[in-house]
């Protein structure tokens, strides 16, 4: 039996044999090192983050939290500008083709604008026209219908069979070549139904149109409408991911309630430059758009949002980038199989 006296003597060797623990950088050495790699001559004007899609919606309100980090750990002033229209042609056009590539400008955008989306440019332009540095968050679609509406209470299901039933009676909202306009056709094809397909701009018209009665269905990412399903006024009735979201545990996915796999959508937003940009520039932002990102302050509001973070495994734009191939390289498959787009 060894002695405690040794014992004592032997832990206290352990102990300065042992390497002393990592501590956690203080914000004010995170600033310190952002501030090492600022550029004296950048940025001499607001940073301005460009949203492609309306006010309001899921898009927008991602770019608005993120600006209000962004601000606080870049040290300077964040500006949000909307570029909407043709569906996200107009504000990709922006950034890919007229954008000046100083810097100061800087896409909000996501992956579900890659394949149609980009194939609509006439190869003018594609995802690669812009240089991924920061990876945001991703939301699955939704599908929703009016608490007070002909369909209140009623399963994906059940809205299936009736599409399935009355052909050409259920009305639901898409925007032309994103995911909003797969979706019906994913569930006319498992379900034999006939869907009409009525185009708005993005998420927040359309929900405005479902409240007015003017469509049964409409598509939406949990931030374009969570006023209102939290006053009661929409019901979500499916989520398209691989899993059930965590901010709406009790909604079912799309793949669990017809049997399939393949009926995955998420808005996986990200943060572009115009290419072109000088090396220590970016270097710079991408910097603060992760201190921004590690922030303790920003994952709550994503949460409530509905948005889900990859922080740890998206931790630097090249990793970022690859991401970005690999799932444009998906959304590409699916364009090649429904005819969309040739091989």
Same mark, same amino acid.
């Given at each position: ?118 194939? %609509? $440019?006439? &190869?003018? @332009?594609?995802? +690669?026209? =812009?240089?991924? #540095? /920061? ?10 219908? %009016? $608490?007070? &509406?002909? @369909?209140?209470? +009623?399963? =994906?299901?059940? #809205? /299936? ?183």
């Amino acid at each position: 039996m060894i002695p405690a006296k040794c014992w004592l003597v032997l832990v206290s060797l352990l102990l300065a044999a042992a390497p002393a623990p990592v501590l956690a950088q203080s914000e004010a050495d995170i600033k310190a090192k952002i501030k090492s790699l600022q550029p004296k001559d950048f940025p001499t004007d607001p940073l301005e983050l460009v949203v492609v899609y309306p006010p309001g919606g899921g898009m927008d309100l991602t770019a608005r939290i993120l600006a209000k980090y962004l601000e606080k750990w870049a040290g300077h002033k964040v500006i949000v500008t909307n570029k909407a229209g043709g569906g996200g042609m107009v504000g990709h056009t922006f950034l890919s083709m007229q954008a000046p590539n100083d810097g100061h400008t800087i896409g909000v955008i996501a992956s579900l604008f890659w394949g149609d989306g980009f194939r %609509r $440019s006439e &190869g003018k @332009f594609d995802y +690669k026209s =812009l240089d991924p #540095i /920061a990876f945001i968050n991703y939301d699955p679609v939704t599908w929703l219908v %009016r $608490s007070d &509406g002909p @369909f209140k209470d +009623k399963t =994906l299901k059940d #809205i /299936a069979a009736y599409a399935k039933e009355k052909p050409g009676e259920l009305k639901a909202a898409v925007t032309s070549g994103s995911s909003s306009e797969f979706i019906p056709e994913q569930v006319e094809e498992v379900s034999g139904g006939q869907i009409i397909k009525v185009p708005f701009q993005g998420g927040a018209p359309s929900i405005t149109a479902l409240l007015g009665g003017h469509i049964d269905v409409s598509f939406g990412y949990l931030p374009e409408y969570k006023g209102h399903l939290d006053a009661g006024k929409v019901q979500v009735i499916g989520v398209t991911n691989t899993e059930r979201s965590p901010a709406l545990p009790n909604v079912p996915t799309f793949n669990e309630v017809f049997g399939v796999k393949d009926i995955v959508w998420v808005a996986w937003r990200y943060v572009a430059l115009p290419r072109g940009v000088a090396p220590e520039r970016k270097a710079w932002l991408e910097a603060a758009f992760n201190a921004a990102m590690n922030d303790p302050g920003i994952e709550p509001e994503y949460a409530k949002t509905g948005g889900i973070m990859q922080t740890k495994e998206l931790a630097n734009a090249k990793a970022v980038t690859a991401e970005v191939e690999r799932l444009a390289n998906l959304e590409r498959d699916f364009l090649i199989k429904t005819g969309r787009l040739k091989p």
